[in-house]
């Protein structure tokens, strides 16, 4: 796998780059990003790219420099201009400088880049393409997100073996530091796709977990994952931050870019959530449901913000939820929770609102047809077991009380959805 960086001050030149083509199926990936020469020989020292995408004319450290200098440390890097229609004197300044191309910004396409890196692989020589490397490259997003969810549900057997094939997909991550999980998700994901506000789910998944990665890795260590259809998932390392306050408002300032680009140029609203501060591997089980309970539960007024995880959560309602998410499937009641904590009902439901800002009872409702999206993707499941598995006996009570909350009824939702996300393909 070649690896290759791009840099430019613009970032929609960076986002539009990496999405142009499937970088992987021609055995490349896009290793990191800087917006200008000084940014790019930092980086190059950590990610050794094979090919670097440049624009020329960058403060700090212009792309003429960025070439001479490369060239004299790094000889074996290849260089590809992204010029401006009117930059040609600029151009054949940098081909003589010993850039191999070069492609206009406004006009790129996917036929000239693979073109190029047909030149860049006769320059490198063709790199070896066994079965199994090939079968890792064209499925290194699946097999990802695959891996995150073996560990975040605990199905891994071996510890060494898993982190082994993480290393093989290039996750290459400190898991025996400080860390914390951020979790992403699109608000009305399942409303935009039906309507066809999201026309793309793949282009648009792609797109957002890039520009999040963007954003984050300016200021932390970061590896991203594609989590599940609307949702994007990443492990920041913490190490370094003498306060825990100061990581979170970091992170905060960070997710206020996030949502402001996203909506910008993505027409999308995102909601974010960061799990406690974990230092070992088993610890992303724990993190992970964290953040999608507190992503998949929110309410319409908490979406767009950055949320914390059961910061401010009673002992005894976390106690609460987690009952609730073991147990979804039998009489859940507010006699029984209070029973379980060992306080009356009445003051159990006062402290339930007052914590979760809902009643037990709308919460519970609300965490059912939660649990029933994620069991309707499955087409082996009938409806009506969904309904059981969930906890609701009555098929017609589920249905309505499923329309109520998602806006559609279930039988409508697996049959729109399942089609819409057919296309996600190894994207998930």
Not at 14 to 20: A, K, N, P
Not at 264 to 284: A, L, Q
């Given at each position: 796998m070649k690896n290759v960086m791009i840099v430019d001050d613009e970032i929609m030149v960076?986002?539009?780059?990496?999405?142009?083509i499937d970088w992987e199926e021609q055995g490349y990936q896009v290793v990191a990003e800087a917006e200008n020469g000084q940014d790019a020989l930092e980086k190059i020292e950590i990610y050794h790219p094979d090919l670097i995408f440049t624009d020329l004319v960058m403060d700090k450290m212009d792309g003429f420099r960025l070439i001479e200098e490369c060239k004299e440390k790094y000889n074996n890097i290849q260089f590809v201009i992204l010029s401006n229609h009117n930059d040609f004197n600029n151009v054949r300044k940098a081909l003589q400088l010993g850039a191999l191309d070069y492609v206009f910004k406004l006009t790129i396409n996917k036929e000239e880049i693979l073109k190029i890196l047909g030149e860049v692989n006769q320059k490198l020589g063709k790199s070896s393409n066994n079965e199994m490397e090939s079968v890792v490259r064209k499925n290194r997003q699946a097999i990802k997100s695959t891996l995150i969810k073996m560990l975040a549900e605990k199905t891994y057997i071996d510890r060494d073996e898993i982190l082994r094939e993480l290393n093989i997909v290039n996750v290459r991550f400190p898991f025996n530091k400080p860390y914390i999980v951020m979790m992403v998700g699109i608000d009305d994901f399942t409303r935009d796709v039906l309507t066809g506000k999201i026309t793309s789910i793949q282009l648009t998944k792609f797109s957002m977990e890039n520009m999040i990665t963007e954003i984050l890795e300016e200021q932390f260590n970061i590896v991203g994952f594609n989590y599940d259809a609307e949702d994007v998932l990443y492990l920041i390392e913490t190490e370094g931050f003498d306060d825990q306050g100061k990581i979170y408002s970091e992170l905060n300032q960070k997710f206020q870019i996030i949502f402001e680009y996203?909506?910008?140029?993505?027409?999308?609203?995102?909601?974010?959530?960061?799990?406690?501060?974990?230092?070992?591997?088993?610890?992303?089980?724990?993190?992970?449901?964290?953040?999608?309970?507190?992503?998949?539960q929110r309410l319409p007024g908490e979406c767009g913000k950055l949320h914390f995880c059961d910061d401010n959560l009673r002992s005894e309602i976390r106690i609460i939820k987690e009952y609730i998410n073991e147990h979804l499937n039998e009489n859940l009641s507010i006699e029984i929770a209070a029973r379980e904590i060992n306080m009356s009902q009445s003051y159990f439901s006062h402290v339930f609102k007052d914590n979760m800002k809902m009643g037990f009872t709308d919460y519970v409702n609300r965490t059912r047809i939660m649990r029933a999206c994620e069991l309707l993707q499955n087409q082996n499941i009938k409806i009506n077991e969904v309904a059981l598995l969930v906890g609701i006996e009555n098929y017609n009570y589920f249905s309505i009380l499923f329309k109520k909350i998602i806006g559609i009824a279930p039988n409508v939702y697996r049959k729109n959805f399942i089609e819409k996300t057919e296309e996600i393909g190894e994207s998930i």
């Open positions: 960076r986002l539009g780059m990496q999405s142009i996203l909506k910008r140029y993505f027409d999308i609203n995102v909601t974010g959530v960061i799990s406690k501060i974990y230092n070992n591997i088993e610890g992303i089980h724990y993190a992970v449901n964290e953040c999608k309970n507190a992503l998949y």
